[in-house]
Each structure stands twice: as structure tokens, then as C-alpha cells.
């Protein structure tokens, strides 16, 4: 019929007859579901009727205006009025029976026979295209084999039987969501590498601060790459400056070791060694017990010995191996740390990046070595300045001929600040050179210390218990007696010899003065 709005059937009869009692109409079984089959017609502008509830269904189809989608499949039947479809499972294609009740009704032999081949085929599925979850179920869109997509439709789970296609869209959908993931985070990581050496675009135009502390900036970032360059340690070095436009410092060159100046020799040659293979297991015959002292360290590198006793670490002449428990100042410095500008007026300080467990070994103090007469001459000349980095060599007492001067060579600890209340000890350590005169200057932990936490010592310290009693090392500092404080910074304007060193370091036993 032409015009499909004259196919009357009063609802109430719908809901009561079975469907093949209306002639001229066709009972089968749909691939789609009523909702589906509701927009199917709305698009092509049929008429779509739900009668007879979630079973049966009317669909009143002009053949000819329904075009491709039904003539492929019935290209004989010009003149169907109507199709009456089962449609309670979407999955299922076969013919359930041919209605109209009486053989009038029935197709041409031709006709009926493709009708039937068409009907009779199983739908299978090409490729499933998404997927989403809507009130706890599942739903695929999915790609018919052989079907154009205008006839891709959205399916329940339980519709389908391709297990092993919906595991592997899952499992592609999970590689891409980790792919997208690596990216995004590749990109990042590029971006924050490249980021510090290209300036952003400045509104208003530049003014000269926002030049300066562009400027300082770069020479900052500089500096921390060349400090990471010259040192040998495992643990890296942060610059960080969010305090004023102070730039790297322009006098200060970044040593390992101590430097011999002049007229001063460093032995470097050890005459005895151990023959231990496992030293910590035989400590009775180790280097330590040889010279007289105790073993310094635990099993995992940690100081037991009280301040102001010595350690004697292994030596290149010994048969154990750089793993070592007798070897922790030659492992370096093993936390990451940042050179930092401090708020409180004491110039740069030093933080740590990560957290340090209480008698861990933290740093060495460094510098060029140089004799106490050298060190006097050099001694006026920093105190007319306000600040000084000279460090005796003082741990035997009757013979003490050098001093360490850390103004111009030296490590991170040439920016560590002097604090009354200290989270640092001093200990001296005896490697490869083994002259009491020239011991190796090594800071421990005292307390535990956490990430972001300044490491300060106190530039004035007394000497530690010379006692053999062992035990617990006890928290506050005890080492040999500086006669020269490393202080730095702690003024900016020239002092008379006799002026006081006022201390800022504001702990609670602040003694207010350095010196």
C-alpha cells in the first residue's frame, strides 16, 4: 500500500489476536530489538507499533520506502502491507512460521525460498567496535560479517557468544589505555627537561627584576649541572634559590678530596691491610683492631662508636672488596641534597632530599689542606671579611701542624650551616693515608632526619668521651675541639677583630655568639 498511515488496527485487537490471524502480513523472527526496530522507523519515517507488549510487535512497512534494508531481503514482495516480528532475542534469525493462516497467503515458490536462505543464516560477528556499561550490563557495538556498518547495532552481553572477541577488545583497549597513559607521562617528562631552558612568553614586557631573576635562573640551573659533573658521589645536588637574586658563588671550585697546598705531602699509601674476606665476621683481625681501635659500624654502615674515638675504614691494600661493611666514607655520599638560599640571613645552606636514619654517614668535610702557619695568614684576611672556613686537623692533640680551608676548594659541606643544637657529628676517619695528623673529616647523623630538613653542625664542639664504654652513642654532639670556626656568611659587612660572631641558627640553646 502507498501510504502506510491507512493501515488501521485498533490496539485493543492487537493486544488480543494472535499475530498471524491479520491477512497479509508476514510473522518473523528480527535480528533487532524493539527499541532498535523504534528507531529504525523513526529514521525512515514508518510506522512503529508496540501493541502487544515485549513479544509481539507491528511494524507497518511500505516494502518500496524501506528501500535497500528490506527489498536485499524480500526484492519479490512489492505489495506487503505489514510485518508482524518476534523480538525477544535480537541474536535469532530463523523463520518462526509463515502466517496469514491460509495458503493465499503464502510467496512464490522463488521468493519464498530466498526469503527462507536469508533468514535461515546466522549472523556472525566481524569485530566489536565499543563498549559501555549502562544500569550493571554490558553493551558491544557491534560489526556484522558481511553487513554494511549503517547495520551496526549495540548488543547485551548475553546476546553474543564471541568470548574470545570481547577478550581481545578488552585487551587492546587496555594496551592503548596504557599506551595513551606512557605518552601523556613521556611528554611530561620532555616538557619539565625542556622547560627550565625556554623562557615564557613575558606580559607585561620585561622589567629589570623579572630580568634578573630570569638571569640568575639560568646561571643557577648552570651551576647545578657543573656540581653534578665534578662530583663523584651517587647522591645528586639541587640549586635552589627562592629567596633573593644571589647567583652561584664566583670564587668556589668543587673538589672530591682534600687538596694538598703547599708544602703539605698526603700519604696514600697504607703499609698494612687486612686479609679478611668478610670483615664485619672477623673483626678481631681487621684493620680497626690492628691499630688498636674498635670496629666503627654496624652490619648496614652505621656508626656504634661514641664521638671523638676514631675509625679506621679498610684500605687498598686490604683483600675485601668495595662492598665492604669496614668501606662507608669511600661509598660517597648517598642521599640526594639541595643547596639552598636560607630566609634567616645565614646565606646558602644545605637540606637533605631524603630521609636520613639517625649514625647514618651524611657527608665529608673537604677542602685544600694547608699548614697553620698558612692558615693564620689566610685566617685576617677572612675575619676582616666575616667569614671564614678553616677546620684543624686537631685529633692528636700534641702534634695538629694543618688545617683544612674550604673558602675556595671543597664538597656541599662548604655550604652546611653551624646550628648550637646540630643534627650532624663529626667523626675523623683513617683510610689510605694513615697519619694521625691528617685525618679524613666525616659528618653522621646524630638524630633521625627528615626530608627537607637543613643539616647543620656546630662549628664549635667539644671533645667526646675517650672512655671504652659502649654504649648507645648519645644524641647530643661530642667531637674534637675546632680552635677555628668554619663560619660563612653570618655577615655581610666587615667586623672589627674584637667584635663577636652573633649565631642565627635559632635553636632553643642558641649560645648567641659563635665565637
Same mark, same amino acid.
Given at each position: 500500500m502507498d501510504d502506510i498511515a491507512n493501515l488501521k488496527i485498533p490496539?485493543?485487537?492487537m493486544a488480543v489476536q494472535a499475530p498471524h490471524s491479520f491477512p497479509g502480513c508476514w510473522q518473523v523472527r528480527c535480528k533487532f530489538s524493539p527499541k532498535q526496530l523504534q528507531k529504525l522507523c523513526s529514521k525512515e519515517g514508518l510506522r512503529f507499533n508496540d501493541y502487544a507488549g515485549p513479544t509481539w510487535t507491528e511494524l507497518?512497512? #511500505?516494502?518500496?520506502? +524501506?528501500g535497500m534494508k528490506m527489498d536485499v531481503i524480500f526484492p519479490e514482495m512489492p505489495n506487503? #502491507? !505489514?510485518?508482524? +516480528?518476534d523480538t525477544p532475542s535480537p541474536s535469532?534469525?530463523?523463520?518462526s512460521?509463515?502466517?496469514g493462516g491460509t495458503d493465499k497467503a503464502k510467496l512464490p515458490?522463488?521468493?519464498m525460498l530466498k526469503r527462507r536462505r536469508v533468514l535461515d543464516e546466522e549472523f556472525e560477528v566481524e569485530e566489536i567496535l565499543e563498549h559501555k556499561r549502562r544500569a550493571g550490563q554490558d553493551y558491544y557495538f557491534i560489526k556484522w560479517q558481511g553487513w554494511p556498518p549503517t547495520y551496526n547495532t549495540w548488543e547485551p552481553k548475553e546476546h553474543l557468544q564471541c568470548s574470545k572477541l570481547m577478550k581481545e577488545y578488552h585487551q587492546n583497549m587496555k594496551r592503548k589505555k596504557l599506551s595513551r597513559k606512557y605518552k601523556k607521562r613521556k611528554d611530561q617528562t620532555q616538557l619539565s627537561v625542556f622547560l627550565p631552558l625556554v623562557p615564557k612568553p613575558l606580559f607585561p614586557p620585561l622589567t629589570e627584576d623579572t630580568l634578573a631573576k630570569f638571569k640568575q635562573k639560568q646561571s643557577l640551573l648552570l651551576w647545578q649541572e657543573e656540581l653534578n659533573r665534578k662530583c663523584t658521589d651517587p647522591g645528586r645536588i639541587v640549586v635552589e634559590n627562592h629567596v633573593d637574586l644571589e647567583g652561584p658563588p664566583t670564587n668556589f671550585i668543587y673538589i672530591n678530596d682534600y687538596k694538598a697546598g703547599e708544602g703539605v705531602v698526603i700519604p696514600e699509601d697504607p703499609l698494612v691491610g687486612c686479609s679478611c674476606t668478610d670483615c664485619f665476621e672477623t673483626t678481631e683481625?681487621? !684493620?680497626?683492631?690492628?691499630?688498636?681501635?674498635k670496629f666503627a659500624y654496624t652490619k648496614t654502615g652505621r656508626i656504634r662508636v661514641r664521638p671523638g674515638k676514631p675509625i679506621y675504614e679498610c684500605n687498598k691494600r686490604c683483600n675485601c672488596g668495595p662492598k665492604c661493611s669496614n668501606r662507608v666514607i669511600q661509598k660517597g655520599r648517598q642521599h640526594n641534597m639541595a643547596i639552598f638560599r636560607t630566609a634567616n640571613g645565614c646565606g646558602w645552606g644545605v637540606k637533605t632530599l631524603q630521609k636520613i636514619k639517625m649514625n647514618t654517614f651524611v657527608m665529608t668535610y673537604v677542602g685544600e689542606v694547608i699548614t697553620n702557619e698558612e692558615a693564620e695568614e689566610r685566617g685576617k684576611v677572612y675575619d676582616e671579611n666575616g667569614r671564614t672556613y678553616l677546620f684543624d686537623l686537631d685529633y692528636n692533640d700534641e702534634d695538629a701542624p694543618y688545617t683544612v680551608d674550604a673558602a675556595v676548594h671543597g664538597n656541599i659541606s662548604h655550604f652546611v650551616n653551624h646550628s648550637c643544637n646540630p643534627n650532624m657529628t663529626v667523626y675523623n676517619v683513617f683510610i689510605n693515608c694513615l697519619d694521625p695528623r691528617l685525618p679524613h673529616i666525616a659528618l653522621f647523623s646524630n638524630k633521625d632526619i627528615e626530608a627537607g630538613e637543613e643539616l647543620t653542625f656546630d662549628y664549635l664542639m667539644y671533645k667526646g668521651d675517650s672512655s671504652d664504654d659502649e654504649s648507645p652513642i648519645p644524641s647530643s654532639p661530642m667531637t674534637p675541639f675546632m680552635n677555628r670556626s668554619p663560619t660563612k656568611d653570618q655577615s655581610t659587612v666587615g667586623r672589627r677583630e674584637k667584635e663577636r660572631v652573633p649565631c642565627r641558627c635559632g635553636a632553643e640553646n642558641c649560645r648567641k655568639y659563635l665565637y
Open positions: 490496539p485493543e485487537k507497518a512497512v #511500505d516494502m518500496r520506502r +524501506l506487503i #502491507d !505489514c510485518i508482524v +516480528l535469532s534469525s530463523s523463520v512460521s509463515v502466517g515458490k522463488t521468493a683481625v681487621c !684493620c680497626p683492631t690492628q691499630t688498636g681501635a
